[in-house]
């Protein structure tokens, strides 16, 4: 069965304050019982702290995160941190590591797109040879083409080996349906990731600037109006969504928000969490 998580980069910020066993503790009492690490650094401290909270709090680990050189942001490379990658999928029992971002220079090139491809294939194979299974996570720029084909259809077929972990906000602000997305990619799909879409109001300061004259002020907190949601307070149909996603075969369906807009995180996991139990999905946690 598929179940509802966290992922945790919403987290950081705690993990570094209270560290990530007691972080976890914290989302197991809201009524989450699975997360996807990211943007924790994967330091003996906080590996050893993850591994407790999957044995004492019965915490699954859905998936580690990397990168395929080396980034900032506190994940592990592919290119240099291979061996380690798998050491800690094994000990904390995470059957799948994924890349969250595409290089930025390969969002402008089709060369470095198919080298992308190429070079995240060939150890999507390593991962599979040690039982691990090596997914990638689109944003909106993947729905860009490159003569006439979309990068996220060329991401698919030239790297056959790497799953797909499709995150239905960023879908929506890429232009396309999360369900159709779904669909397309079924059996392809084990990880999705929940996150609102929301048009926020235009705030005080778009007006003050019209008053004094200034258009382009004004038009930029206009197109600055998309906001990223808890579950249930956009507009995005995850009566469909969710269903559609365990069709297609996911098995975490992990809930992120990018920006909390003034929130604590534990304010927006727990409305995240009551409105998808408010549309019959508390089985799933």
């Known amino acids: 069965m598929a179940r509802i998580g966290v992922q945790a980069m919403m987290l950081k910020a705690s993990v570094a304050e209270i560290g990530a066993f007691e972080t976890l503790r914290r989302v197991r009492d809201i009524g989450y019982r699975a997360i ?22 019965g915490i699954d680990i859905a998936a580690l ?17 291979l061996d ?28 470095l797109l198919l080298d992308f491809c190429e070079r995240t294939d060939a150890y999507a194979q390593r991962l599979a040879d040690s039982g691990i ?17 979309l990068m996220l259809d060329i991401i698919a077929d030239r790297a056959p080996h790497v799953g797909l972990e499709l995150d239905v906000h960023w879908l929506q602000r890429g232009g396309v349906n999360p369900v159709s997305v779904i669909e397309q990619y079924a059996g392809r799909v084990r990880m999705v990731h929940l996150k609102d879409y929301r048009i926020g109001k235009l705030p005080d300061s778009a007006f003050e600037a019209l008053a ?14 998309v906001q990223f949601g808890e579950v249930g307070e956009g507009n995005l149909d995850f009566a469909s969504i969710i269903p ?38 508390s089985d799933l946690f």
């Open 65 to 81: 995160s990397a990168g395929l050189a080396p980034q900032p942001g506190g994940n592990d490379s592919l290119e240099e941190d």
């Open 212 to 225: 004094k004259g200034d258009i382009a002020g004004f038009m930029t907190a206009f197109a600055g109006v």
């Open 36 to 57: 996807e690490v990211s943007q924790i650094p994967m330091v003996e401290e906080n590996i050893a702290q993850l591994e407790r909270a999957k044995d004492e709090l």
């Open 84 to 111: 380690k990658i798998v050491a800690d999928s094994h000990r904390l029992g995470a059957e799948m590591v994924r890349i969250g971002m595409l290089p930025f220079e390969a969002m402008g090139s089709l060369e």
């Open 244 to 281: 559609a996603s365990i069709a297609s075969g996911a098995e975490y369906l992990l809930v992120e928000q990018d920006d909390l807009y003034g929130r604590t995180v534990w304010e927006a996991l727990q409305t995240s969490h009551d409105n998808l139990v408010s549309l019959g999905f």
């Open 133 to 149: 299974r090596l997914y990638y996570h689109n944003h909106h720029v993947e729905f860009a083409k490159f003569d006439g084909r």
